[in-house]
């Protein structure tokens, strides 16, 4: 199966659907509920598109050029940007778009919950604290260079400062709509934890077995590719029901003010 053949029925065929499907509720006048259009859904989801390319482009070449993935010459087309092939980048692009198509599909079927949880700031800070512990694990593994743990330090140093900034920001918004937020992430990273199976197994690409903890789901799938996609599908998510939320944008509105203050000069001061 060749990258481009794996983008196609893996990625392609469901943005199509979802694309479809997503077109026909607005046609039939089905909404996304009224707490979530902060942002029109696919400026929030460009938005995303472009973050994924910029943020995941240094890494991702790293990690081919450090041999972390490979790749079948004869099953990618040869055009390559860096160290990475073209189709890597086509990919972080149509998982993306997925992704928000999937979550956009969700908000619009989910019942609306008439009594949320309040918003408590205990979910701004535990969370940070608890991956800002594995964060610095992850940090003291890469640095002891051990090899095997190469991928998975790799992972968890580029992914997780970025969750812990969305947690910091909004995390008591992101419990609140846990429901989405639980369910996108899981579906999400079960389906192509289950595609990954079937283009490593077809030898696609392949994980380095010197550089990663070689622990395999199935015989074939590494451990890390299926955190790989927790992390990613996370970083979407948690993303995108921010950027769409109101909730959110009144707290950014607030925080603006509230630095906006910070830098007048006070009410009455004398000369």
Request: hydrophobic content about 55%; proline content about 7%; glycine content about 8%.
């Given at each position: 199966m ?5 983008l ?6 469901p ?9 026909l ?17 696919w400026?929030g ?7 994924a390319?910029?943020?995941t482009?240094?890494?991702?070449n790293?990690?081919v ?6 790749y ?10 860096g160290?990475?092939p ?6 972080f692009?149509?998982q993306?778009?997925?992704?928000g ?7 619009r079927?989910?019942?609306v ?8 700031r ?5 969370p940070?604290v608890?991956l ?11 640095v ?6 190469a991928?998975?330090s ?12 969305q ?12 429901r ?18 079937l ?7 392949e ?17 890390e ?8 599908n ?16 009144r707290r950014?509105?607030q ?7 910070r ?6 001061k004398?000369?």
């Amino acid at each position: 199966m060749t990258y481009f053949g794996f983008l196609l029925r893996f990625l392609g065929i469901p943005i199509v659907v979802l694309g479809i499907v997503s077109w026909l509720d607005y046609r039939r006048g089905k909404p996304i509920p009224a707490n979530f259009r902060g942002w029109p859904a696919w400026a929030g989801i460009l938005l995303h598109v472009a973050v994924a390319v910029v943020y995941t482009t240094p890494w991702d070449n790293y990690l081919v050029a450090t041999g972390v993935w490979t790749y079948d010459p004869a099953l990618v087309t040869g055009i390559v940007l860096g160290w990475v092939p073209i189709e890597e980048y086509t990919f972080f692009v149509v998982q993306t778009i997925m992704a928000g198509l999937w979550i956009v599909f969700l908000l619009r079927r989910l019942p609306v919950n008439p009594d949320p949880p309040p918003l408590q700031r205990n979910w701004r800070i535990v969370p940070v604290v608890i991956l800002g512990v594995i964060w610095v694990g992850s940090m003291a593994l890469l640095v002891s260079g051990w090899q095997p743990g190469a991928y998975l330090s790799l992972l968890l140093a580029w992914a997780l400062p970025p969750i812990m900034l969305q947690f910091a920001f909004g995390g008591d918004i992101l419990r609140r709509h846990g429901r989405l937020v639980l369910l996108a992430i899981v579906s999400l990273t079960l389906y192509l934890s289950l595609a990954d199976y079937l283009a490593i197994g077809s030898g696609t690409w392949e994980i380095n077995p010197a550089k990663s903890l070689h622990w395999l789901i199935g015989g074939v799938l590494p451990l890390e590719e299926v955190i790989f996609f927790l992390m990613t599908n996370a970083l979407v998510t948690l993303g995108l029901v921010l950027v769409l939320a109101t909730e959110s944008h009144r707290r950014f509105h607030q925080i603006g003010q509230w630095l906006s203050n910070r830098r007048s000069p006070r009410a009455g001061k004398p000369a």
